[in-house]
């Protein structure tokens, strides 16, 4: 079985959603393919609840092993 890659995304636009992102902070994605073709993504916000959120408010990022390891130890 093939093991799926985190993918992790920096809000860049809480327009709207500052109760629940944090611009400049980083979020764990949550894959979801029906999303996907809407135009959203699904996260893990500051509840620690996986939401859809506009696809445009976030940049996909590729972070250093240490620093997956260490985002991941802290979710």
Do not use: W
């Amino acid at each position: 079985m093939a093991k799926v890659s985190k993918q992790f995304l920096i809000c860049v636009d809480n327009t709207g959603y500052a109760a629940s992102l944090e611009r400049r902070k980083i979020y764990q994605a949550v894959p979801d393919a029906a999303a996907a073709r809407l135009h959203l993504t699904r996260i893990v916000d500051e509840s620690g609840d996986s939401y859809l959120y506009p696809e445009d408010m976030f940049v996909s990022v590729s972070l250093p092993a240490a620093v997956r390891k260490a985002v991941l130890r802290t979710a």
